[in-house]
């Protein structure tokens, strides 16, 4: 999602996000339709993160 995305979206309906702490939570994440996360910092170093 851009810049871009999250402006045309912007009062036509409400975002979801969620702070995640681990790979299993960004999955769930995902699988679950939310639109941000917020990625605690150990995770950017994740090999599976990045896929």
């Given at each position: ?23 299993e ?5 995902e ?21």
């Amino acid at each position: 999602m851009t810049i871009a995305d999250l402006r045309a979206l912007k009062r036509t309906r409400q975002l979801s996000m969620l702070r995640i702490e681990s790979i299993e939570e960004a999955s769930a994440a995902e699988q679950a339709g939310i639109d941000m996360i917020s990625v605690a910092p150990q995770l950017l170093k994740h090999p599976e993160f990045a896929t």
